[in-house]
């Protein structure tokens, strides 16, 4: 995926919130992707700024949780989004989780 859109991106890169489900990791080493895990704020959701210095040439893809796997509670995703826009990057929203 982030090979074939550029040439220059090396291994590819997703930035996920310390607090993303743990498939994630699996998922990263099934299709050769670092994942690169980001500490989250005090209340539990994605640190948007974290996130966004986290980002390399070699990012292609960020993720976020609504709602995230361990406390339950929404990330920023509209913000998370708009990093995303600006980068030219995937973004993956995870709603895996169920309340029931």
């Known amino acids: ?3 074939a859109k ?3 991106v090396g291994t590819p890169e997703m930035v996920l919130p310390s607090t993303a489900h743990p498939a994630f990791d699996k998922a990263a080493h099934y299709f050769g992707v670092r994942a690169v895990h980001v500490p989250v704020g005090k209340d539990f959701r994605a640190d948007v700024r974290a996130m966004r210095k986290a980002i390399t040439r070699n990012t292609v893809l960020l993720v976020g949780s609504a709602p995230s796997y ?3 509670v929404l990330d920023p995703i509209e913000e998370l989004a708009q990093v995303a826009s600006k980068r030219g990057l995937l973004l993956h929203v995870d709603a895996r ?3 029931a």
């Open 1 to 3: 995926m982030g090979r």
């Open 70 to 72: 361990p406390q339950g």
């Open 6 to 8: 550029s040439p220059r």
């Open 97 to 99: 989780v169920s309340a």
